[in-house]
């Protein structure tokens, strides 16, 4: 059997990716991350698609270079068709279609949230892959969603959240107490060493396996606020416990909707993904879950659980096993149904 060779680009956001998989093995996954981002607080959508505009060649390259491939090795090209930012989306996938269109080689549409899902089949040593059925929870600055999966393109979302995002959550609750953009990372360093018992902050209330977190956002708004009104020092004073309090709150809100999937799915598998799993306390405590409630969980390498193209080409392999292919009318998808 001969190896297949899958070039992959993900541009749905504001990172512009390229990697080269052998089968389901990485040989190559390059991401220029754009930093222009920062300074506004968050993704400017224009900027984003300018930057991938400037940046898809070079990464492209570099993928292919690193992975010692010549494009004229490749099988197909996978791409992400969506959900993501309509500017940012197309340079990708008007870049895979015409470089797909020139080597005659099979285009591989792909889910962004698909590709969250299936990153834990990529080949790595030291990594286990999920048996299906299992649970899946995407958890990042654009997504939170706990994802039923029966089999490679079997998905079903059977909860998601109604408002921000789980890393927006992070990053909102950053930027109220002044940390930069984005702080979610933060808030899990200086947690490290806080009491996440210091301050209370109440869990919504929100049926069935859906979640939401804007209220908790202006619950600790109104918090500081209270708070510095009295002493102007408080954030500086109080800053670890702040933060591990706030990250408590939010794993809590995450494991108690976990333990609901687990109980009416019966699944007790669950894998995580989306640049908020590299959380710290989120790992611990799903570690803990394995011995306290029998799961088995699956954390995957960090460099795939962020935006990546390794996540986009091991889904455009198990397409392109499929024969899944699309020509170049495929059209780009700001939403896409599951
Ligand atoms: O997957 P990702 O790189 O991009 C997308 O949003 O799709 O996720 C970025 C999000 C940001 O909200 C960031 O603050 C959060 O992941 N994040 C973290 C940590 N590392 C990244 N949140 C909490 N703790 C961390 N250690
Ligand atoms: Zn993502």
Redo the contacts with the bound molecule.
């Keep these: 059997n001969q190896p297949i060779y899958i070039l992959a680009i993900e541009s749905?956001?504001d990172?512009t990716a390229a990697a080269v998989l052998e089968n389901d093995k990485v040989l190559s996954n390059i991401v220029a991350r754009q930093a222009i981002h920062e300074e506004y607080g968050g993704v400017v959508p224009e900027l984003a698609s300018r930057a991938h505009q400037q940046n898809i060649v070079p990464v492209i390259d570099v993928a292919l270079k690193k992975a010692n491939i010549d494009k004229s090795q490749l099988s197909g090209i996978a791409f992400t068709q969506g959900p993501g930012l309509m500017g940012s989306l197309l340079v990708g996938s008007s870049f895979a279609k015409s470089m797909a269109q020139a080597l005659k080689i099979p285009l591989v549409a792909v889910h962004h949230m698909h590709a969250?899902v299936l990153a834990h089949f990529i080949d790595e040593a030291g990594y286990d892959k999920p048996e299906f059925p299992f649970l899946a929870m995407t958890?990042?600055?654009?997504?939170t969603q706990i994802i039923k999966v029966k089999s490679f393109f079997e998905m079903e979302v059977i909860g998601e959240t109604t408002d921000d995002?789980?890393?927006?959550a992070?990053?909102k609750s950053?930027k109220i107490l002044g940390l930069p953009y984005?702080?979610?990372?933060l808030?899990?360093?200086f947690a490290q060493t806080g009491n996440p018992k210091a301050f209370q902050f109440t869990k919504p209330k929100v049926d069935g396996l859906n979640f939401s977190f804007s209220g908790l956002k202006t619950q600790i708004l109104y918090f500081i606020q209270k708070h510095v009104a009295e002493n102007p020092n408080f954030i500086e004073e109080n800053k670890n416990d702040i933060c591990a309090s706030i990250?408590y709150t939010i794993i809590q809100i995450l494991m108690d909707k976990l333990k609901l999937a687990v109980a009416e799915t019966g699944i007790n598998q669950i894998a995580i993904g989306?640049?908020?799993s590299?959380?710290?306390?989120?790992r611990t405590t799903l570690k803990e879950a394995e011995t306290k409630y029998g799961w088995k969980t699956f954390i995957p390498k960090f460099e795939y659980?962020?935006?990546n193209a390794a996540m986009i080409g091991i889904v455009g392999y198990y397409k392109f096993l499929e024969h899944q292919f699309e020509d170049a009318s495929v059209v780009s998808k700001a939403r896409i149904e599951f």
Aim: hydrophobic share 25%; glycine share 22%; proline share 6%.
């Design positions: 749905s956001c990172d969250h958890i990042s600055g654009g997504h995002a789980v890393g927006e992070f990053d950053a984005p702080g979610g990372p808030i899990d360093k990250q989306g640049g908020v590299a959380n710290s306390g989120i659980t962020t935006d």
